[in-house]
């Protein structure tokens, strides 16, 4: 009887992995999320940050290294001391108080690392501001995070002083890392750092923290316009953090961090090796050329991706060492499939875990099975932990589809709709700094039933039949562009103070060949003028970075808008840079001649072809 039992068993287990042959997979993943979740209620409980899991590791493994950045290698007793020095600075100079925001604008260099952490022992949060930002732009960011202080690389000098007139009408105090300043309003910092005690320093200076505190602020651009401070409190830096834990990272690993630390992506590479207690090697910028000799140099195991960085691996020209390295391990977001399948064709077998997510969300997916091209599973073990759902998207309206009650509607398997995820406890939404206008636009209400709250992604996804979910295309004001995500409005903003230009609609296209969407501008010109290209490309030039630059821009004679007053995108969109299909003059952003030429022909087969780079 107990061997028909057995035999029974075994093949209603087989039954249920035929017609569920990822349950497994999923049951795992789920317990692993339930897990994670009840330590972090665990560290909520006994107020431990991740500032207190990196002096854990100090005490446990002082001689190990916990940073390596070109030749130099700084242990975890290393960090923790120049840290401390650090915040000496900031206590010392008296004009810090409990809670007070400074806001870093640096590169991925160590001072970064020491900065944060420095800040976090005396209880303040830090904004980390985009170096490639300028001008107006960089001082909107300045000011929508509240900070007091600034501290800046010294190679970013001349865009702080650009500023300073405005920084210092709002009596900010502006620290440049060099041993001294000439610039009247601006402090030397890195000359003060070196004279201060790297002694401990009290717990008492941050005993206001808890776990619901701002550990720092990571700027995004979203879907509604200009870059907005993210809130990432302690407990979201834990969940954040906890991804190369879920990823399979362990104690041994070391990881690549090449990204930019103002990302979320940089930034958790580094705190989520503080969680696994493990080395990280720095790069202060992304290398195609010098990743593999990095690797190993420094015995990377581990290595951060976005999509743009995997397809730049592939285009690199192939050397006889391509599977000469230690890497296992890839976690990124935003690789397509076919360089996922060259990837590891050329790179060897490495495992990547894709994973999708938002600074701000209250959501993350993660492809734990494997599955080329996927983001995540919508299982309904997945679900009854995090409720998301997938709703049908008027993309033309850029508002969600709704039934005679007035309730989205879930979209078709196979169907591209908006990915929403409810906010509760468990998953709550932080929202913006000082911005509650733009955090609420980020709720959708009565999605599912009447008085529910969700986060809308402001992406376009789509559930197979399986379940695997894949990554569209981004909806609203933003589209993604080497690497950056690029807010159209900011960008028209800056296209039409420029003198030739009345108004802009800016848009992302796909260019044949590329990741993400080249920047678009339909344009209308002032009264009596022509389109001055040298200007405009000099203007643009001045007052955006490089990856927000339109790539094409179309003279139009009129811009066409909704009832709203919503500028039509749809169309222009579906028509991309095409001189077959467009009358209106198009220009082409040429970097070496510095100007905007007109798109001819042969400029059009060279984009489409890859011959002329973009």
Not at 86 to 114: C, I, Y
Not at 133 to 148: E, I, M, P, Q, Y
Not at 393 to 402: K, S
Not at 421 to 443: H, N, V, W
């Amino acid at each position: 009887m107990l061997l028909w039992t057995l035999c029974a068993a075994v093949l209603l287990l087989g039954l249920l992995f035929l017609r569920f042959p990822y349950l497994h997979l999923d049951l795992q993943h789920v317990l692993s999320k339930v897990r994670t979740g009840r330590q972090i209620r665990k560290h909520i409980q006994s107020n431990y940050t991740v500032l207190d899991r990196f002096l854990d590791a100090v005490r446990t493994h002082p001689h190990k290294p916990y940073l390596r950045f070109k030749d130099e290698t700084f242990t975890y007793r290393d960090a923790d001391a120049l840290s401390n020095q650090a915040a000496r600075v900031f206590v010392q100079s008296g004009r810090l108080k409990q809670g007070d925001t400074v806001a870093m604008f640096v590169g991925n260099e160590p001072m970064f690392l020491w900065l944060w952490l420095g800040l976090a022992k005396i209880g303040c949060p830090a904004a980390f501001l985009n170096h490639n930002v300028r001008s107006k732009s960089l001082l909107h960011c300045f000011s929508c995070c509240g900070a007091s202080t600034l501290v800046a690389a010294a190679e970013l000098q001349d865009a702080v002083e650009e500023i300073l007139p405005s920084l210092l009408e709002q009596q900010v105090t502006v620290y440049i890392l060099s041993d001294t300043s000439m610039t009247v309003g601006m402090e030397s910092f890195t000359d003060k750092m070196s004279l201060a005690s790297s002694e401990p320093l009290s717990k008492d200076l941050r005993s206001h923290v808890t776990l619901h505190s701002p550990a720092a602020y990571i700027y995004t651009s979203g879907t509604t316009g200009l870059p907005k401070a993210a809130v990432i409190t302690h407990t979201k830096l834990w969940f954040l953090s906890w991804l190369q834990r879920t990823s399979g990272v362990n104690s041994s690993d070391v990881i690549y961090v090449s990204l930019p630390l103002y990302h979320s992506t940089g930034f958790l590479g580094c705190t989520g090796a503080i969680e696994r207690g493990i080395t990280v090697a720095l790069r202060s910028k992304f290398s195609a050329s010098q990743f593999w000799d990095d690797c190993r140099k420094y015995n990377v195991t581990v290595v951060q991706y976005i999509g743009e960085i995997m397809r730049y691996l592939c285009n690199t020209p192939k050397r006889p060492n391509d599977r000469d390295h230690r890497v296992r391990l890839a976690l990124g977001n935003g690789i397509r499939a076919d360089v996922w399948r060259e990837f590891n064709s050329r790179f060897g077998k490495i495992q990547i875990r894709e994973f999708y997510g938002a600074t701000e969300g209250n959501i993350a997916l993660h492809n734990y099975t494997g599955k080329i091209g996927a983001v995540g599973r919508d299982s309904f073990l997945n679900r009854m932990i995090f409720p998301i759902c997938v709703i049908k998207y008027n993309v033309e309206t850029e508002e969600p589809v709704r039934d005679s009650s007035g309730f989205c509607i879930k979209a078709g398997k196979g169907e591209s709709g908006l990915l929403v995820s409810e906010i509760s406890m468990r998953t709550p939404f932080f929202g913006y700094a000082r911005d509650l206008q733009q955090t609420e636009k980020k709720k959708l209400h009565d999605v599912v039933k009447k008085g529910d709250v969700y986060f809308n992604t402001g992406d376009l996804l789509r559930v197979d039949e399986e379940g695997f979910i894949y990554f569209d295309d981004r909806v609203g004001d933003t589209f993604r562009w080497k690497g950056e995500n690029v807010a159209t409005t900011e960008v028209a903003d800056v296209m039409t103070v420029a003198d030739c230009i009345e108004e802009a609609n800016v848009y992302g296209i796909k260019v044949p060949g590329q990741e993400g969407r080249a920047g678009m501008a339909a344009v209308t010109l002032r009264d009596g003028q022509k389109f001055d290209s040298a200007d405009v490309f000099k203007h643009v030039e001045n007052f955006l970075p490089a990856y927000a630059r339109p790539r094409f821009i179309r003279i139009q004679s009129s811009i066409k808008v909704t009832g709203t007053f919503k500028h039509l995108k749809g169309k222009l969109v579906e028509e991309g840079f095409d001189p077959n299909l467009i009358t209106d003059p198009i220009y082409f952003l040429d970097e070496k001649e510095r100007n905007y030429i007109p798109l001819t022909l042969d400029v059009f087969n060279g984009v489409t072809s890859g011959k002329i780079k973009i």
